[in-house]
């Protein structure tokens, strides 16, 4: 795997936290493989694409996402898209705020190890939507989700949300150490888009 691809897998796992939030805020509910897949790099080791995420099926709903964004005539991803930004643009203030990263880590070091570790338990999910609401929620402008309130104001969907939120920033770094940078999203698009048609195919 060559780095341009390398790059489109890192980008591909934001698009699919943004897409899996959008998903939960419309919905209640979303892909149930790809959130599992997206919440476990939160706490995985792995540094490069392939040790995160195993298999182009644990990426499926940012593969899929992130096709239909770079189509000739995409749908409308109005949401999605301004979710990746604001993600986008909250890791680069986070980089900035090296207590609030020490603190990140730590909790998330502390989360591993509790006895009755799952990162997909309602508690530990709770526990990663506070952790965020700590750091990530105290940097503006604060990220707003918009879909239907029957579902933003359930407290366990909210949590997922926000835990999503946290998978995100952290897709976003995996991006950026892949070389994955904002104009690349413009110029490559073309090229993006064969790669990622072959992953769909």
């Not at 993600?87 to 909790?107: A, D, G, Q, V, Y």
């Not at 998330?108 to 526990?127: G, L, M």
């Not at 918009?146 to 991006?175: D, F, K, P």
């Amino acid at each position: 795997m060559n780095k341009s691809e390398q790059q489109t897998l890192a980008l591909a796992s934001i698009f699919q936290t943004t897409a899996l939030v959008h998903q939960l805020a419309s919905t209640g509910r979303c892909d149930t493989h790809s959130n599992k897949a997206s919440l476990n790099s939160i706490v995985s080791q792995g540094t490069s694409i392939k040790e995160i995420f195993r298999s182009p099926d644990d990426l499926k709903v940012g593969i899929s996402s992130l096709k239909t964004v770079l189509a000739p005539k995409p749908i409308n991803m109005k949401n999605i898209m301004l979710y990746t930004t604001a993600l986008i643009n909250l890791e680069n203030k986070l980089m900035k705020e090296p207590h609030l990263l020490n603190k990140i880590s730590s909790e998330i070091e502390a989360i591993k190890e509790q006895e009755f570790f799952d990162i997909y338990h309602t508690n530990t999910i709770a526990r990663l939507a506070e952790l965020y609401k700590n750091t990530l929620g105290s940097l503006n402008p604060t990220i707003m989700v918009r879909g239907e309130q029957i579902y933003l104001t359930n407290q366990n969907t909210a949590n997922h949300i926000r835990a999503l939120l946290l998978a995100g920033v952290r897709a976003v770094s995996l991006w950026k150490s892949q070389g994955g940078k904002t104009w690349h999203l413009l110029l490559n698009k073309k090229k993006t888009l064969q790669y990622v048609n072959t992953l769909s195919a």
